[in-house]
T-cell receptor
Framework: DAGVIQSPRHEVTEMGQEVTLRCKPISGHDYLFWYRQTMMRGLELLIYFNNNVPIDDSGMPEDRFSAKMPNASFSTLKIQPSEPRDSAVYFC??????????FGDGTRLSIL | QKEVEQDPGPLSVPEGAIVSLNCTYSNSAFQYFMWYRQYSRKGPELLMYTYSSGNKEDGRFTAQVDKSSKYISLFIRDSQPSDSATYLCAMYRQGAQKLVFGQGTRLTINP
């Protein structure tokens, strides 16, 4: 079975540019999560969706961050404008209700 | 105080040793407990999943939950160099979908 697929795997861009991260969850999973991982703060939940509807976005750091899930097989996390402090590894995960989350291999983002 | 506390290590042990990794938590409502393994430049991979108190064994891995002490453990027997990774504990309460993670323990098994 295909796992959670994220793209791109690496992104290097300049400060002020728009960044779009993409995620394809495991087929059939009805929950999708976006996380950010840094050495200082560990894994932080940014937002999660249930059946394509955002449920909790309290972890989204600022208005520069937005996430969408237009259908059950695709989600995006957008940063506009990007800043150097946004540099981190961003993970997408998916799951069934009350079941463990399965993670993708992440997007390593560097903002110069 | 963080809801879940985990010693970040690093922890270094010789091959073949028994490894004990631990987390403590403060929220007594947590009922589902997980251990994830994360290799460098990869996503967290589910290793063990337990509900409520007790032990669960899977090959060389044993997960233990003590709800009365708010303490969970992961034991690795006959440790191998391929077990070298960061191990994250995670948990959530009934009715919630938000996982709360520990900081992760970086483990190195020396040949």
């Amino acid at each position: 079975d295909a796992g959670v697929i994220q793209s791109p795997r690496h992104e290097v861009t300049e400060m002020g540019q728009e960044v779009t991260l993409r995620c394809k969850p495991i087929s059939g999973h009805d929950y999708l999560f976006w996380y950010r991982q840094t050495m200082m703060r560990g894994l932080e939940l940014l937002i999660y969706f249930n059946n394509n509807v955002p449920i909790d976005d309290s972890g989204m750091p600022e208005d520069r961050f937005s996430a969408k899930m237009p259908n059950a097989s695709f989600s995006t996390l957008k940063i506009q404008p990007s800043e150097p402090r946004d540099s981190a590894v961003y993970f997408c995960a998916s799951s069934f209700l009350y079941q463990p989350q399965h993670f993708g291999d992440g997007t390593r983002l560097s903002i110069l | 105080q963080k809801e879940v506390e985990q010693d970040p290590g690093p922890l270094s042990v010789p091959e073949g040793a028994i490894v004990s990794l631990n987390c403590t938590y403060s929220n007594s409502a947590f009922q589902y407990f997980m251990w994830y393994r994360q290799y460098s430049r990869k996503g967290p991979e589910l290793l063990m999943y337990t509900y409520s108190s007790g032990n669960k064994e899977d090959g060389r891995f044993t997960a233990q939950v003590d709800k009365s002490s708010k303490y969970i453990s992961l034991f690795i027997r006959d440790s191998q160099p391929s077990d070298s990774a960061t191990y994250l504990c995670a948990m959530y309460r009934q009715g919630a979908q938000k996982l709360v993670f520990g900081q992760g323990t970086r483990l190195t098994i020396n040949p």
